[in-house]
């Protein structure tokens, strides 16, 4: 989206998306305009459509890959339509770019517009053969991002102070004590990709030893494991459900640094460049979805053969042990944490 913005800075960008999604990207400035769909449903579909045969659409940008959407797109009149290639999308797109699977998710995005800006295809090509983005160094941190390709809002988030404000106003927290807080976000949609609730407690109890405010954050849906987290944790804050994204992303943007597993709470935290332990489970780095900012320390238990198990995890451990997160360690996560809030 920033580098939309920046190839067509005279356009108006229009994001349709999941119901839910969108008040951030409104309100962070990264589009013009959200229209919303609630997936299943017919009408909020139809009435997206409506709304953009209101509008002279230059380009469809499409990196959602699915026959749904590709369908969607085929109802839209725009004078181009781009997308990733697929073996059957040449008839709904005239624009299709090879997906490099090699590269991290956030760059093979990006490569999407590189036939729209011969810099940034030669930028792709170089770090494809030169990145080495899932390197670990010492003390567990990731290799830097490329500059040119930082989805960094820091920015924003500085220069916004009244919304922060107004958001640590409604759930009674200050700015000076979030700044010494460490936020744990112990869930995730698939079961297998959370670390122990134990590790969580652990974690969190020795941080508040050493002085440190602690807070747990997490979606709806997310509050029973929270709340059972948060309540053995000396003077934990329990935030988990009471904030939107975007109200999360102005929380995080304050933190001294996050905790949790491979979710999107990371990818939320890298907006801001909030220093984060990531903890990998059943997933690896290598398939490309590693948090996208320079401040990123993974721990994860190397040398199990059973690892990895899926793409996205799964609700149940195939092998029924779960031994890549309960092999894991409170102090491990601990010595990562250090790293970052030393370098933050």
């Not at 990006?110 to 036939?115: H, M, W, Y």
């Not at 002085?211 to 988990?240: F, H, S, T, W």
Request: hydrophobic share 40%.
């Amino acid at each position: 989206m920033k580098k939309i913005k920046a190839l067509w800075p005279d356009h108006e960008l229009i994001l349709v998306c999941r119901r839910g999604v969108g008040e951030f990207f409104a309100k962070t400035g990264l589009v013009d305009q959200v229209l919303e769909i609630k997936k299943g449903d017919g009408e909020s579909y139809k009435k997206v459509l409506a709304a953009l045969e209101q509008k002279t659409i230059d380009k469809v940008i499409s990196p959602h890959e699915s026959l749904r959407t590709a369908f969607f797109v085929r109802k839209m009149k725009a004078k181009q339509k781009i997308a990733f290639k697929k073996p059957w999308n040449f008839l709904f797109y005239g624009m299709r770019i090879e997906k490099n699977y090699k590269l991290p998710d956030a760059i093979r995005q990006l490569a999407i517009l590189q036939n729209f800006d011969n810099t940034l295809k030669q930028q792709v090509e170089t770090y494809a053969n030169e990145g080495k983005p899932y390197a670990v160094g010492a003390g567990g941190r990731l290799t830097k991002i490329p500059a040119w390709s930082s989805m960094s809002l820091r920015k924003f988030y500085d220069q916004h102070s009244q919304e922060i404000e107004a958001v640590l106003k409604k759930l009674q927290l200050e700015k000076a004590v979030l700044k010494k807080s460490i936020a744990l976000f112990p869930g995730s949609v698939w079961a297998t990709k959370r670390w122990t609730e134990e590790g969580y407690v652990q974690a969190g109890q020795k941080l508040a030893s050493q002085g440190l405010n602690v807070v747990v954050m997490g979606g709806p849906g997310e509050e029973e494991l929270c709340a059972r987290v948060a309540k053995q944790i000396p003077n934990a804050k329990d935030l988990c459900a009471k904030t939107s994204i975007f109200e999360s992303a102005l929380v995080m943007s304050q933190l001294g640094a996050v905790v949790g597993n491979d979710s999107a709470s990371m990818h939320l935290a890298a907006t801001s460049e909030t220093p984060s332990v990531v903890i990998f489970g059943p997933t690896v780095l290598e398939f490309g979805f590693r948090p996208w900012q320079d401040h990123v320390y993974v721990v994860e238990k190397l040398g199990l053969a059973c690892r990895p198990c899926g793409k996205h995890g799964h609700q149940k451990c195939p092998i029924g042990t779960h031994i890549c997160m309960k092999q894991i360690s409170k102090d491990e996560v601990i010595e990562k944490l250090q790293g970052a809030l030393h370098e933050a």
